[in-house]
């Protein structure tokens, strides 16, 4: 991940509002110095034990220390200064070392001269990443596979098999002891408590939705309603488990949720908000962070993006996302649905630590309004895809279907929770090459769909493999066991192991999806030469199965499929 340069972010002219309004704007601050002129220090209990653990296992290591002096609180002493002149602070990002708080035009000088203030800048705007509401067709041609079991799955089947989402689901692979977390708009209608449509009510009622924020903040000139349930309908892709209406492929996951937006004004008012909403749930320990907002232009006379500022260090979102990923948090969002001209994407898709997800249709083909690449840099986007396009989901009526890279980047969320379900020491990277090295344009990627169309199911193995491997060194040159034969088998797989020199001992295992192991092929010394091993596999269900071939602590993995005898 590059270094993020915050004076880039910083260079913005500065909107000057009228005498008689005010606006909000960015208070960015020199550094977080107290009244005895010392840098203020984490709390010890601003992070969860989660946070914690997550940030060991899947952080940057090397960035501990900006870790520390980003995670330091705003300076009370600054604070306390800014109050005396009238200024109110909304809301606080540590991170960034900035406040928000609205402003008028004299206001926005005096506050641009004092000595601790580095810059001043309107707020932008976030927009959630949705076509605007036409009619569709309430049929969707079928493509639906074998594997596919309407009864259960519902009008979702399609949507779960354009991913190949289905097989891991029916072992079990569900996002299970996994934390993910929301932000979007409200999660039901207006008058209800979040998550309680029929689709996602079980994460309620058994206790995983740990808590439903809201951030948004409103602008008392343009109140909002609180009507708009995009977030709700976001949740249903991803989590959302109604046996023969709709499922997710993360439905077993642990929720949070944050309400960043105020539909539907394109106003000055909401990206603190989601700054502080990342903030927030990067320090309650949230494995993955999924968004279907995304910023570029906003209502007139506010502060808007433009191309040149997707190089994945400008746009705020970008670097909230980007920086969530140095401390473990594996970030998705939808790519925007801008298309079909090229460099169509919005913030924060544009980030280079960010998995950002293109829209496809029920026959896998890219649909025109998804957002293309590339980035201000050059930087392939979006990175991989999903159906987009007449998604089956959770609506204020019950069910319906809607169009979005919003509703295809939470799918993908659902998908990365079943990663880290089978393989928890996963980082960003790591994940991302997961869903990218199985997808369906993984040796030749474009600006459309990315790396292509997940692969669900192969990429949950490859997180199996990298389980079995990651910690240890690969089994010697002078030894190795070539793939069975044939593969997929029914009853019986043949392995060979060859030896260039004789091995004291060595051992051949078969593990199933969730990494237990199943079968031992051999256990015991190795000579010079083949040994040939036939595996009967009949004990075992038909599946997809990882074998392992360990000596000294080193290992050889692949991967093994027995089909129906």
Known sequence: MRKVALTLILLSSVHVATA??????????????????????????????AAVTRRALRGEPNLTTKFARQDAPISHTYEADLATMGVTVSQRSRWLNAVTAWLSAEEINQVAALPYVRDVRPVAHLRPSVVPTTPVSAVIAKRTSSQCPSAVYGSSCEQLDVVNAIPPIERGINGQGVTLGFLDTNYSPPGERPFSHPSLSHIRDSGRLIEARDFSERDPTQPCNGTNTHGMSVASVAVGFHTGELIGPGYGATIYSAKTECAPYERNIEEDNFMAAVEWMESEGVDVMTSSLGYLGFDTGQHSYTTSDLDGDTGLTTIAFDWAAQRGVITVTSAGNAGPGASSLGTPADGDSVISVGAVDSF??????????????GRTKPDVSAQGALVFLGTRNGYGRSNGTSFSAPMVAGIVTQILQVNPELGPREVWH??????????????????????????IMVAIALNRSDQTAPVPSNLSVLPPYPNPFKSTAHFSIEASEPVLHARLAIFDVLGREVATVYEGPISTGTMPIAFDGTHLPPGIYAYSLEVNGRVQSGMMTRLHH
């Open 20 to 49: 008689q309004e005010k606006t909000k704007y960015w208070i960015f601050l020199t550094d977080k110095l107290d009244a005895a002129s010392k840098h203020t220090l984490v709390e010890s209990e601003y992070l969860t034990e």
């Open 434 to 459: 997961a869903l990218t090295s199985t997808a369906s344009r993984s040796s030749n990627p474009n600006n459309g769909l990315g790396w292509g169309i997940v692969d669900a199911d192969a990429a």
């Open 364 to 377: 896998g083909d890219l649909v025109d309004f998804s957002s293309r690449g590339p980035t201000a840099d």
